[in-house]
């Protein structure tokens, strides 16, 4: 019924960009702030973004602030991340996922809706 399906990944080099992309089904994401989170192997699941109903509030943690940006298009019921001046600690395992507010948690249990990921890799 509730999918958030991610898609856009895959292997780029330092200094590259990505798109991830995030199709929601089985909910109107209108309603809801967006976030992305992300797993780097060996390490938890960290919060990296999330932006507000209508779009007009965005957050970013420390780590990607000025590198990457949040956007959502409510008609189409998607979310994206445009991930800039990509590093290899950006290496991970990405996350779309629903709250009814900015919660800035990596925990899955805190999350509405949660994706299946899409995996971004970022090597020489």
């Known amino acids: 019924e509730v999918q958030l399906v991610e898609s856009g990944g895959g292997l780029v080099q330092p200094g590259g960009s990505l798109r991830l992309s995030c199709a929601a089904s089985g909910f109107i994401i209108q309603h809801y702030t967006m976030n992305w989170v992300r797993q780097a192997p060996g390490k938890g699941p960290e919060w990296v973004s999330d932006?507000?109903?209508?779009?007009?509030?965005?957050r970013y943690a420390d780590s990607v602030k000025g590198r990457f940006t949040i956007t959502r298009d409510n008609a189409k019921n998607w979310v994206y991340l445009y991930m800039n001046s990509l590093k290899p600690e950006d290496t991970a395992v990405y996350y779309c996922?629903?709250?009814?507010?900015?919660?800035?948690?990596?925990?899955?249990?805190?999350?509405?809706?949660w994706g299946q990921g899409t995996q971004a890799t970022v090597s020489s």
């Open positions: 932006i507000s109903d209508g779009g007009d509030l965005t």
């Open positions: 996922a629903a709250s009814t507010y900015s919660l800035r948690s990596g925990r899955r249990e805190d999350y509405i809706y």
